[in-house]
């Protein structure tokens, strides 16, 4: 039996919005700063994924949310692709690593993977 369709890379975008429907019309807005051009997914992620995230995190309304934005984090830690798992570590949790506060409370919503590659990141960057 064959285990759960992996994202490519080329996916991603599409996926995000798919899965996180409030993300649609920031992603049209970002297309047309791209004057109809495909934003790459590190571009998408950090100016449109990360500041969902903090929103979420510093409304502290958004559990429910919170905890499918993390379950989707690890699945992308999950592929056997480099580039999905470089950008969620690059343009996701780089930037949510930043300030301490923010990390911490971060972190209370990740995934074992997630939680691992955030405390890398950390150690690689400093607090």
């Given at each position: 039996?064959?285990?759960?369709?992996?994202?490519s890379y080329s996916d991603?975008?599409?996926?995000?919005?798919?899965?996180?429907?409030?993300?649609?019309?920031?992603?049209?807005?970002?297309?047309?700063?791209?004057?109809?051009?495909?934003?790459?997914?590190?571009?998408?992620?950090?100016?449109?994924?990360?500041?969902?995230?903090?929103a979420l995190l510093e409304?502290?309304?958004?559990?429910?949310?919170?905890?499918?934005?993390?379950?989707?984090l690890e699945e992308l830690?999950?592929?056997?692709?480099?580039?999905?798992?470089?950008?969620?570590?690059?343009?996701?949790?780089?930037?949510?690593?930043?300030?301490?506060?923010?990390?911490?409370?971060?972190?209370?919503?990740?995934?074992?993977?997630?939680?691992?590659?955030?405390?890398?990141?950390?150690?690689?960057?400093?607090?």
């Amino acid at each position: 039996m064959a285990g759960p369709q992996q994202l490519s890379y080329s996916d991603l975008n599409a996926e995000l919005v798919r899965r996180f429907p409030d993300l649609g019309p920031g992603y049209g807005r970002l297309k047309d700063m791209w004057e109809g051009d495909e934003p790459g997914p590190h571009v998408v992620y950090g100016d449109l994924l990360v500041p969902y995230v903090i929103a979420l995190l510093e409304s502290g309304a958004g559990s429910p949310l919170l905890e499918r934005v993390f379950s989707f984090l690890e699945e992308l830690l999950r592929s056997e692709d480099a580039q999905v798992r470089d950008l969620v570590g690059a343009s996701v949790l780089e930037p949510l690593n930043q300030p301490p506060a923010l990390r911490q409370q971060a972190r209370r919503h990740m995934r074992p993977m997630t939680l691992a590659l955030s405390e890398q990141v950390e150690e690689v960057w400093g607090s």
